[in-house]
């Protein structure tokens, strides 16, 4: 690939030419009079305004800063795309077209309010730009490694770039697209921000975990396709599945990896009603310390406590049982572990070291037991791992 370094002569006015912004993120972003475009299917989405930057493009320009080398991939006669400074040449573009205000001289301005030299300046503003030309697979290489300034690239957001196509932009299109009308929905179960890729991210890695693929490998495999219902079908099905068992919104669903545990618990049954019950019953539970865990436990037939973090016995409780089992078991000649005086082996005598044994629920935590003194027994640590997590 070659880069060959055009003339500093692109002035504002003439980038912004024809500019065209539509508000779903994505769609309709073009300059120099329709031929440049501004967001090409492999960018990112437009993020300055989230991220409060886009004010201070505007100010750098009013102030003489250079906003950096903007560089533009030549993709045929007289047409080009942006490779890097989407985001500050969208910012320029949506103030010029009056999306947003500034202040200046302790007012707030938009582009048209301004007096007409500070508008004139921000419009004979010269940009620095790089034109650039390649074989398609050098350009992204080259997008993916000079992201000069801005926010840095994710790893969605470099895998669009990699695998860019018809599959990738109507992907975009469905998941990061935060006026989709589903976006609420979806989350109370995926973290993150579908103007980042998290919601297609998520969307990747549970539908392609489902066929046995890593992410990139399903990406390059239908990177050619004009249509997505695999990937809209099979995360639908994980978010009806999971809001049609849990009735109950709680922060801790999101970010679950639901696609995980729809595979394993799919062929199951349950009962939405009593699910919520048991819900309610864990959270308000003092000795659940991992709420997060409530799901999966809940989902694998209440077995595996180790989910739920259940509180520990403290060292006080511990060692005062531990007195109170010892002077008894000296008393009748028997081990102070209850499990080894029962037993018919040298152990049965044996007055164990209390760093030598652990608290244990006599009454297992799952089948109601609390975690205090009158529930708890000391056990050697041999008995107390055979017993298992109760």
């Known amino acids: 690939m ?35 475009t501004i967001q090409p299917e492999y960018q990112r989405n437009y993020l300055y305004a989230k ?21 533009f991939n030549v993709v045929a006669n007289d047409k080009f795309e942006i490779l890097d400074g989407q985001q500050r040449i969208t910012s320029i573009g949506r103030f010029v077209t009056g999306k947003f205000a500034i202040m200046f001289n302790g007012r707030e301005h938009t582009f048209e309010s301004l007096p007409t030299d500070i508008q004139d300046k921000i419009m004979d503003s010269v940009l620095l730009i790089y034109h650039c030309q390649g074989k398609e697979s050098a350009i992204k290489e080259w997008f993916k490694t000079i992201n000069i300034v801005g926010i840095p690239l994710n790893e969605q957001e470099l895998a ?23 976006v609420q929905k979806w989350s109370a179960y995926v973290s993150g921000s579908p103007l980042r890729q998290d919601f297609l991210a998520t969307a990747l890695d549970w539908v392609s975990a489902s066929k046995g693929q890593t992410k990139d490998k399903y990406m390059a495999d239908n990177r050619s396709k004009t249509n997505i219902n695999e990937l809209k079908t099979y995360f639908t099905t994980v978010i009806d599945w999971v809001s049609g068992i849990f009735r109950d919104v709680e922060k801790e669903m999101c970010g679950q990896d639901w696609g995980r ?71 009748k000649g028997i081990s102070n572990c209850p499990m080894c005086a ?10 164990w070291n209390l760093t030598e044994m652990d608290a244990d629920h006599v009454t297992a935590w799952s089948s109601g037991g609390s975690t205090d003194i009158n529930n708890c027994q000391m056990l050697c640590r041999s008995h107390n791992r055979a017993k298992g997590n109760s």
């Open 342 to 351: 029962v037993g018919h082996d040298a152990a049965k005598s044996k007055i």
């Open 51 to 71: 991220e409060k930057k886009e004010a201070a493009v505007i100010y750098s320009i009013l102030k003489g800063y250079p906003l950096g080398l903007i560089y």
């Open 261 to 331: 545990l729809y595979e394993t618990y799919k062929r199951y049954s349950y009962d939405p009603a009593k699910v919520s019950q048991l819900v309610k019953k864990l959270y308000s539970d003092f000795y659940v310390k991992n709420k997060k865990g409530v799901f999966e436990y809940l989902l694998g037939g209440c077995t595996d406590t180790k989910l739920l973090q259940v509180r520990l016995f403290d060292e006080p409780t511990k060692q005062a049982k531990y007195r109170k089992q010892t002077d008894e078991a000296k008393n």
């Open 2 to 36: 070659r880069a060959t370094l055009m003339q500093p002569c692109y002035k504002v006015r003439e980038i912004v030419d024809g500019f065209v912004y539509n508000e779903l993120e994505g769609k309709g972003l073009f300059g120099l009079s329709g031929r440049l």
């Open 160 to 182: 669009n770039a990699t695998y860019s196509g018809p599959f990738v932009t109507l992907a975009k299109a469905e998941y990061s697209n935060s006026q989709n009308a589903n």
